[in-house]
């Protein structure tokens, strides 16, 4: 306890383009449940949970010790997409927690272990099936960081860091984006893709978050997402919903559109499908669409195993019965109920939210990342997200308690007090 906060090999040798480590200037050295350690031995409150790979907490101790455990019996660690009773398991688990009891009829894909690489094998399969190029994307869109993904993603900064033009991708708008979408939300898209003159090729596939996380906490109401899912299957479009972020109980049920009552052709999952932390990723497409040649979606990471062990273990425990999703959306009303009231003390503030995933969102952009930058100065990790980096966005694992939750939204609403009551301005 009590070194010297040191960065020099971070500063000396890191590259400029870590991005989380200048919010959080501290260095972390353990982890349990809500909760991270620095080498001081301060405590932080994670209301962040590895932008939603953490759902389950740090270091979920039932997951731990079935890891341990496999890894002390020798399990396969490195498995390419060899059959391993690890994934047998894993296969198991996902019929019998997660299609069946829904009813869902998906073959199963193990891309690499990462949300873009399954957004990437998602985008080549629904062109390949259709044999169209363009994708439908959204405004404020995240899906990755690689070629593919960055073109149906928004924000200008990251987009601009692609170096190359990104193409066959056309944004619309997503839900709310445009003032008066009450009316006839998708107006302009049916029109266009109804009018071969339009200069909108037919796309192969619409790409869509039901809530946009990186975007702003922007959510699509189930009705929106509804008659999106119409729209497309109306002319063939494939529906693929990027459950990356939103999946994996984010917002209550399991997937985030089941709330929208959709049935996607194309769903990504990875970030907390693998439960401990673990990179791993899916790709479940309907089996019609499976036209995969062997190996043609390849990738060296995509049999970690351990991930495997750790996902099927998380499946069984928290997906066998519905009191994770349950205690998700009553968690979620009590962090709804704190920031309508905060919201409602402050001007120029307001939430937005679903689940356990919710923002604070500020009239004045920089005042989010102050109050961010407060609340870690008083051991809360928050980040912002939103265009602007106007939206502070809230994001604790699901196994959180409510007295924890409690305990940083308390902190939170220090910080927006200490900011909005222009300390820090
Ligand atoms: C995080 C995220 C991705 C990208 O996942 P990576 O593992 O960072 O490649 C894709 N889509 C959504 C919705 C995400 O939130």
Redesign the pocket.
């Known amino acids: 306890m009590m070194t010297t906060l040191d960065m020099t090999i971070f500063e000396e040798l890191e590259s400029n383009v870590r991005g989380y480590c200048r919010a959080w200037p501290t260095v972390f050295d353990s982890a349990s449940g809500a909760w991270l350690r620095d080498e001081e031995g301060r405590d932080y409150l994670d209301f962040f949970a590895g ?3 953490l759902n389950y907490g740090h270091n979920n101790p039932v997951l731990k010790q079935a890891l341990v455990d496999y890894i002390m019996a020798d399990g396969i660690t490195h498995g390419l997409d060899m059959s391993t009773v690890a994934k047998r398991r894993l296969l198991e688990t996902i019929q019998r927690t997660i299609l069946a009891p829904r009813d869902l009829d998906y073959k199963v894909q193990f891309p690499g272990p ?6 990437e094998a998602a985008l080549k399969l629904a062109r390949k099936v259709t044999g169209r190029t363009t994708i439908l994307n959204f405004t404020n ?6 070629l593919g ?1 960055l073109a149906v993603t928004g924000n200008a900064a990251k987009r601009a860091g692609a170096g190359v033009p990104l193409l066959h991708a056309t944004p619309m708008p997503y839900d709310g984006y445009l003032p008066d979408a009450d009316e006839d939300p998708f107006l302009w898209m049916e029109t266009i893709l109804d009018d071969a003159s339009s200069g909108v090729d037919k796309p192969a596939a619409v790409i869509v ?1 039901t809530v ?3 975007g702003g906490v922007n959510i699509a109401r189930p009705e929106w997402l509804r008659s999106l899912a119409h729209l497309c299957a109306a002319r063939e479009i494939l529906l693929i919903v ?5 999946g994996c109980g984010r917002t209550g049920p399991f997937f985030s559109f089941e709330a929208a009552d959709i049935t996607p052709d194309i769903v ?1 999952l ?2 907390s499908i693998g439960g401990y932390g673990l ?1 791993m ?1 899916l790709v479940l497409m309907k089996p019609e669409l499976d036209q995969w040649a062997p190996g043609e979606h390849n990738g060296t990471f995509r049999g970690n195993n351990p991930a495997f062990v750790t996902a099927q273990v998380a499946l069984d425990h928290y997906w066998s019965d519905t009191l994770l999703a349950a205690s998700t959306m009553a968690k979620g009303e009590l962090v709804h109920r704190n920031l309508i009231e905060l919201s409602s003390a402050y001007p120029g503030l307001s939430t937005r939210g679903r689940g356990l995933v919710h923002g604070l969102v500020f009239e004045e952009p920089s005042q989010a990342g102050k109050v961010c930058q407060v609340a870690f100065e008083h051991g809360l990790l928050t980040e912002t997200s939103g265009a602007c980096d106007e939206v502070v966005k809230l994001l604790p694992p699901l196994t959180i308690t409510d007295s924890e939750l409690e305990h940083g939204l308390g902190i939170l609403a220090e910080s927006v007090a200490t900011v909005c009551d222009g300390v820090l301005k």
Request: hydrophobic share 40%; net charge negative; glycine share 14%.
């Open positions: 932008a939603g790979a990462t949300g873009a690489n399954a957004v869109a995240f899906h990755g960081m690689t993904a978050e946009q996380g990186e990027d459950d990356v972020q939103m990504t990875s970030k990179p990723a």
